[in-house]
């Protein structure tokens, strides 16, 4: 079935509710294994029918966010998902005190045990309306970026249409441009400043509610991070501090260098040559039929797999007025979908976001037939290393997309890949301090994230657009506000996809087969263990970030960036 022939249906809560309940009480009261495993895939079967149908929801919610009916049903879920967290708590309770639980073990595996006793901490009936409330309040924040209408040249841009013209050649276009965009921040700064401390404040809530000083300790267990903690991430914050911000000056010097300037603001930090940043050839249309060809020849599996995204419409890469701002890959778990959403501008990104996204999917089509929801999808810093090392894996059909720039695609998407780890951390350290610190005023976090961007982002010169001056810029960043403390996976994802580029380098087929063993993978484990399935190194291992950092800095300064 295709993506717009699914039929959409609200769920009752009434009925998900005593359905789940019915089951549970089976599979509680089973007599022997048999029936309990029966038992056991019909809640399953049930959990998946609901979330398809908040999937779908929500997607078309995204495709169109002025679209009042979805609009309706996204509220709809907001208040109801809590108690569907309810219900799959008292599942998990269950499942670690089944009756046949060796039996369950030998044949799911002792992984689902173990998230199982995890994810009981991250919930309690107290808190439920503090999880509607949160759960509203993102949804504002998604809404509230969707209305943007950025005037610029006699037309109207939402905030990824406008991107365009943030990498223009002319400089001056990109600092009007800019300005333009961040008049929407200025214009509202005071409706974000709320939001977020309302989102701060429920989350502190929740947390004291469950025994937590604050939501950080709550905030990793909702992440599922059950083999690494908030010290080994500074830790490696740190690493990045003492290895890649030296790295980065080096490299905003040449940039610099490149373009002639004395100083780069924040509307420059995204151009890297004179001659202009490479753009893809051709229509959106274009862009995808050449898509399919590089998908069929990089493997059998991604043959499959993309050909199964164009027969079903799960791509929708075009922007337009209403559409959310952002890019994503979802699943309609029913039906065994992975849905891609973008938003193509005609800059490079559009590459990199069906690349990264595509890699997203491919993990989901690969592990979409696990009966168990958990191990369909990994935790997200693992999932992210799906999605960034298929931008690597994907380098030897770049020339199709970039024709003559495709030597400066390579350097200028390396060169950003190791340009994002200190701000990828600046953006995690930054929410380290904002929830050890609840009650600190919207002033003073944007004082705080000043401080972060000078740890971390010393090249970069603010210009004196206000939201930029005042300490506002980190509020564009939707993870902060919806998905806290998500942000340093891509970081740590970051470093282990480098690592698929070191190999890739020296055997292809080799460096292949691992990736797809991994994605095949799903979520049968926990990050670090499907890290050493993979054949990587953690990137919490002293001596990693320099030495994978290291090799793509002496790649780039193999190359005459002057020439381009």
Excluded at 76 to 103: C, G, R, S
Excluded at 104 to 121: C, E, R, S
Aim: hydrophobic share 35%; net charge negative; glycine share 4%.
């Amino acid at each position: 079935m295709k993506f717009n022939e699914i039929p959409y249906s609200r769920p009752a809560i009434e009925k998900f509710e005593a359905d789940f309940t019915q089951l549970l009480t089976s599979f509680n009261s089973a007599k022997d294994f048999k029936s309990q495993q029966t038992a056991f895939k019909a809640l399953y079967q049930l959990r998946d029918e609901f979330d398809t149908m908040y999937q779908l929801a929500n997607i078309r919610y995204t495709l169109d966010t002025a679209n009042e009916t979805y609009q309706k049903e996204v509220d709809y879920f907001d208040e109801v998902l809590p108690t569907t967290e309810k219900l799959i708590t008292e599942f998990y309770e269950a499942l670690v005190n089944a009756t046949f639980k060796k039996e369950l073990t030998d044949q799911y595996g002792q992984h689902i045990f173990d998230m199982a006793l995890y994810k009981l901490k991250a919930f309690d009936p107290s808190i439920m309306a503090e999880l509607q409330e949160e759960n509203r309040l993102k949804s504002e924040y998604t809404k509230l970026k969707g209305t943007a209408k950025i005037d610029y040249k006699g037309e109207t841009y939402n905030l990824a249409g406008i991107g365009k013209f943030l990498v223009d050649n002319d400089r001056q276009v990109r600092k009007e441009a800019s300005a333009a965009r961040w008049k929407f921040f200025a214009d509202n700064q005071a409706k974000f400043d709320n939001l977020y401390d309302e989102l701060v404040a429920v989350r502190q809530k929740m947390a004291k509610k469950l025994g937590h000083e604050n939501y950080i300790d709550l905030g990793y267990i909702k992440m599922g991070r059950y083999d690494y903690n908030k010290e080994m991430v500074q830790n490696f914050r740190q690493q990045i501090i003492d290895h890649i911000v030296p790295m980065a000056g080096r490299l905003r010097a040449r940039q610099k260098a490149r373009l002639g300037y004395d100083t780069l603001y924040d509307y420059d930090i995204d151009f890297s040559f004179i001659t202009g940043n490479p753009a893809p050839k051709g229509s959106p249309e274009e862009i995808l039929a050449k898509a399919k060809t590089m998908y069929g020849e990089l493997s059998p599996e991604t043959n499959e797999f993309f050909n199964y995204m164009l027969d079903h419409d799960l791509m929708d890469v075009i922007n337009r007025p209403g559409k959310a701002d952002m890019g994503y890959c979802w699943e309609l778990s029913s039906y065994k979908h992975p849905f891609i959403f973008a938003n193509f501008n005609g800059t490079s990104g559009d590459i990199d976001v069906l690349t990264h996204e595509a890699g997203h999917a491919f993990q989901y089509f690969s592990s979409r037939m696990n009966e168990v929801i958990e191990y369909k999808w990994p935790t997200s810093e693992a999932c992210e290393i799906h999605s960034m090392s298929m931008e690597f894996l994907t380098y030897p059909w770049m020339e199709s997309f970039f024709e003559e720039d495709a030597d400066k695609y390579f350097f200028s998407h390396l060169n950003k890949c190791l340009l994002f780890l200190p701000y990828g951390c600046a953006v995690d350290h930054f929410q380290h301090i904002v929830y050890e610190n609840p009650d600190f005023t919207p002033d003073q976090r944007a004082n705080a994230w000043k401080e972060m961007e000078a740890l971390y982002l010393p090249d970069r010169t603010n210009s004196d657009v206000p939201s930029l001056q005042s300490g506002r810029f980190w509020q564009k960043q939707g993870h902060i506000f919806e998905s806290p403390f998500y942000y340093i996976d891509y970081v740590l994802a970051q470093i282990c996809a480098f690592q698929f580029w070191q190999k890739n380098q020296k055997d292809k087929t080799a460096t292949w087969k691992s990736y797809l063993e991994l994605c095949k993978a799903g979520g049968t484990a926990p990050f670090l263990q499907l890290v050493k399935l993979a054949g990587l190194k953690s990137p919490f291992e002293e001596g990693c970030v320099a030495s994978v950092a290291g090799d793509i800095e002496a790649y780039l300064d193999s190359i005459d960036d002057s020439k381009f």
